[in-house]
């Protein structure tokens, strides 16, 4: 029999288009968990998602939620990828009928699914309650728990207000938006004793007010860890995009004690996709936090520390040792590190564009912004996958979306499948040879200025909203002259060091650079942050994977 819940009730849900089907699947759930348990019954994907939101908003716990396969209009393993997305933690079970197997066995890797049921499952001691059961329990055992949301109060125009809201949403902390100019947030306001002259205002889930929270003090008070547990460690991973996570996992799980450092985010870049297409084992793409979230708590699951919002400021060699120094003044130090910084979106340089980053200007996907450009004209810089994941995801809210691309097309940069979406959707164009000249407003973005780069001609165009997507530059400046990097910045490890044939001046081994090793012994370098380097997910990921290989290698031989 379950163990008692939440006090709250945490919920069982049941999505059926069938009555009947839905009734007999409600009964036997109440009579075997209705004590500990509220068992909720939906009869279409719609009504359950909406019945999840609601949920969510009142800070219910969701634990397990089974859904028909054969529903109308959205269909079971459809309604179980968007159900993902409100309730990451809660457990996922299809009812199948026989003849539908195989599409349960591809819903393991679209949705992450727990388990399967062939219907009908009479009896249900016999072939449904085990299951429940282990699932209840694997749930309870898990790390996912209650977490109140966390209120923000802002200007929908504040380039601050922006910045926390997608810190937030990228670190997967759940909160609320209130506008300053609303009553409620006006309420809020007063309630904190705020005069609304500094925003945001950010109320932790335990009622403490935050005016304007740098990263590290609001991540420590949401509950993201920001401090280390020990000083010394086996392996010491910088940067929280696929690579430094593909390192966190197998460090871990390989038995070396691993804390990985990230300055804002985890999943880098990769984390604020859209939709990840063409990454092994997803067929139907993986959104980047999806990926992320997972990822994360992979590593989290093998014993892997995980700091947010730590900024590390210098890279040191002392002795046998490796010395991470943090922007307070504060070290930790490894006998192993494995560089994964990643690269940064390029800063648009055309005239007024700084002064509206965050105001109608944003770098990256920024998600969080989305659902406001609901019905207007959406413009975005870039001519990579990025760029393409982006268009394709703000088209389905967007009146229009425009690409401005520096070359003639998109084939030069972009993979081919994303080139054949952005044809066939109706709201997208592509402007070749466009470049932006100007962007103007007073508060927010109003007004862009295009020029064609080859005849020169100029037009001014309405914008609200611009993404900017222009290359990468490595995160790697902090280091300085630690570890050799080419003329753009970008890390050179393993042959890229050698001078025919040759370790570098300052090697002091006996043997060459391992692949990944930098010209530091000990240190590697795995990802976008690498001279030459792929520049996809998947390669990241396992360079990160083949890193920590060349760390034990490097540990037997020390």
């Known amino acids: 029999m379950a163990q008692a819940a939440d006090a709250a009730r945490t919920v069982i849900m049941t999505v059926d288009d069938d009555p009947g089907v839905s009734r007999a699947v409600a009964r036997d759930l109440r009579r075997r968990y209705g004590a500990s348990y509220r ?28 859904a028909d396969y054969r529903m109308p209009q959205m269909n079971g393993i459809e309604f179980l990828e968007q159900a993902l997305d409100v309730y990451p933690g809660a457990r996922r079970v299809l009812l199948t009928a026989y ?33 429940l059961d282990d699932l209840l329990e694997a749930w309870r055992c898990s790390a996912y728990k209650p977490v109140p949301a966390t209120k923000v109060v802002g200007h929908r125009w504040s380039a601050r207000s922006s910045d926390v809201r997608e810190f937030l949403a990228r670190n997967q902390v759940p909160y609320r938006w209130y506008s300053v100019e609303e009553p409620e947030g006006r309420r809020l306001l007063a309630a904190a004793g705020a005069d609304g002259q500094r925003l945001p205002l950010v109320i932790t889930p335990d009622g403490t007010p935050l005016i304007e929270p740098e990263a590290p003090e609001l991540a420590a008070r949401v509950g993201l860890a920001t401090t280390p547990t020990a000083d010394f460690y086996d392996l010491i991973v910088i940067g929280g995009g696929p690579a430094g996570l593909g390192s966190a996992v197998y460090g871990a799980s390989e038995g070396l004690r691993t804390v990985l450092v990230e300055r804002a985010a985890t999943g880098g870049q990769a984390g604020q996709s859209s939709r990840i ?8 793409g993986v959104s980047g936090a999806q990926l992320t979230d997972r990822a994360r708590r992979q590593a989290a699951k093998f014993g892997a520390e995980v700091l947010t919002a730590r900024e590390v400021t210098a890279l040191e060699v002392n002795g046998a040792a490796r010395v991470v120094r943090f922007a307070d003044g504060s070290t930790i130090a490894a006998h192993s590190v494995i560089l994964a910084t ?7 340089e055309a005239e007024g564009c700084l002064n509206l980053t965050g105001c109608g200007v944003y770098y990256g996907s920024a ?19 990025s760029a393409g994941q982006a268009a394709m995801y703000l088209s389905r809210f967007a009146k229009s979306v425009t690409l401005l691309v520096r070359g003639a097309d998109l084939s030069a940069s972009m993979s081919y499948y994303l080139i054949q979406q952005i044809n066939e959707a109706p709201n997208i164009t592509v402007r070749g040879h466009t470049l932006v000249d100007s962007a103007h407003g007073t508060d927010r973005l109003e007004r862009l200025t295009l020029r064609h780069s080859v005849s020169g001609e100029t037009e001014s165009v309405d914008a609200q909203w611009m993404f900017v997507f222009i290359g990468a530059a490595p995160l790697t400046d902090w280091l300085g002259d630690t570890v050799l990097r080419d003329g753009r910045g970008f890390i050179l490890a393993g042959p890229d060091l050698s001078v025919d044939g040759q370790p570098p001046t300052d090697w002091d081994l ?19 942050a690498r001279a030459e380097s792929a520049k996809r997910v998947a390669s990241a ?18």
Request: glycine residues 8%.
């Open 99 to 131: 003849a539908d197997t195989n599409a349960a066995i591809d819903a393991i890797n679209v949705v992450d699914l727990d388990h399967y049921l062939l219907k009908p499952w009479d009896p249900p001691e016999e072939k449904l309650y085990p299951v």
């Open 367 to 385: 998600l969080t912004e989305a659902a406001s450009c609901q019905g207007q004209d959406v413009y975005i810089v870039g001519g990579a996958n």
């Open 510 to 528: 006996d043997r060459p650079p391992y692949h990944l090793e930098t010209s530091v012994p000990g240190v590697f370098v795995a990802g976008d």
């Open 541 to 558: 990921v396992g360079e990160g994977a083949m890193a920590v290989m060349l760390v034990h290698r490097y540990l037997e031989q020390s």
């Open 39 to 66: 068992i909720v019954r939906a009869e279409s994907g719609d009504s359950a998602l909406e019945a999840l939101r609601e949920l969510k908003l009142r800070g219910d716990l969701v634990a397990v939620i089974l």
């Open 277 to 284: 297409e063409n990454y092994l084992g997803f067929p139907d």
């Open 342 to 348: 990643g690269v940064q979106y390029r800063q648009l």
